[in-house]
């Protein structure tokens, strides 16, 4: 899981968000660089609930 957030974060600074830093294409009415962004945070919520499910997971199997 570290290594999921470590990528993710390193998309969101900087160095990733080079990749992504033009205006165009507009994706569904947002520019390039802002849609990435927006990307990158759902990423991180997905991997977030994951996690918390997973850990959750874990503490009913110890009971």
Known sequence: MLIYFTVCALAMI?????VANRI???IIGLPFFLFWYVAWVFALFVGLVIA???DAAQEVDDE
């Open 52 to 54: 918390y499910r997973s």
């Open 14 to 18: 900087w160095p990733g968000a080079l």
């Open 24 to 26: 165009e294409p507009m």
